[in-house]
């Protein structure tokens, strides 16, 4: 053996025994924990998490924050991965980033409902139905006002659009 190959092969040995180290139960399951919670942070970040920056990071205290979004806010995938993620025991605490700034709106979703069903009875921004709609006409107003161009004037049956379904894209 040359003296360059021993030399590689004394570093080399040294190396791998100061680079071990000896983890406690406790703390390779807090690791593995964290783990689980990055990985559901990001595979339901569309469903639980859309107004948090999708590079997060999540540290151990965050644990019991991300459990309790899934819990909240997922179907049932996101909600068995909450449960697994923390006992009952464990409290839960707002994450901070909450606490700090509003959601980015930018990147929340919206649905469309018929203002007769139920689901438009789930009024989170309070008022009947009809105050939700002045409201919605108030801002549509204001928007159009601050485009600097002119409001439409042309009704709903001789809007500018042509509205079609996919069956008639088909040949």
């Not at 791998?16 to 406790?26: E, H, N, Q, T």
Request: glycine share 4%.
């Amino acid at each position: 053996m040359s003296a360059v190959s021993r030399y590689l092969s004394t570093i080399g040995r040294r190396g791998g025994l100061k680079s071990r180290r000896a983890l406690d139960s406790a703390t390779a399951r807090a690791m593995v924990t964290v783990r689980e919670a990055r990985r559901a942070f990001r595979r339901f970040h569309a469903v639980c998490f859309s107004s948090y920056r999708p590079d997060l990071k999540i540290t151990q205290a965050d644990v019991p924050w991300v459990a309790e979004q899934l819990v909240r806010h997922g179907d049932r995938d996101a909600r068995r991965v909450g449960v697994s993620l923390t006992s009952p025991s464990k409290s839960t605490t707002p994450h901070p980033a909450a606490q700090q700034s509003a959601p980015d709106r930018s990147r929340m979703t919206a649905r469309v409902v018929s203002l007769r069903s139920a689901e438009a009875e789930d009024a989170r921004m309070g008022g009947s139905a009809e105050d939700r709609v002045a409201a919605v006409s108030e801002l549509t107003a204001e928007a159009w006002r601050l485009s600097g161009r002119p409001f439409p004037t042309y009704s709903r049956a001789t809007m500018p659009i042509v509205v079609s379904t996919l069956r008639d894209h088909v040949q």
